[in-house]
């Protein structure tokens, strides 16, 4: 079986696009409904949003603030065995 080679950036997994449409989907009928259950009141639906994607951002910072952290000893580490 040929080995695959790691995609060289980002969006080209096989996988990439399906999930995002899949996730995309999945987000924009959560919202279209909750749109029309509300009706009028649609303006509930756009204060979760909001604190959801606050929510979101501040997690996605701490991943890249945790990744970039492991990387950085990493080849710190890495450079400090080399010596």
């Not at 204060?47 to 952290?69: D, E, H, M």
């Amino acid at each position: 079986m040929p080995q695959r080679s790691k995609p060289d950036s980002w969006g080209e997994s096989p996988t990439e696009r399906p999930l995002t449409a899949v996730g995309s989907l999945a987000w924009n009928t959560v919202l279209v409904m909750a749109g029309y259950v509300l009706g009028d009141r649609w303006d509930v639906v756009e204060g979760y949003v909001g604190i959801f994607s606050k929510t979101v951002l501040v997690l996605a910072l701490i991943a890249i603030a945790v990744y970039l952290g492991l990387r950085l000893r990493s080849r710190d580490s890495r450079h400090r065995r080399a010596r």
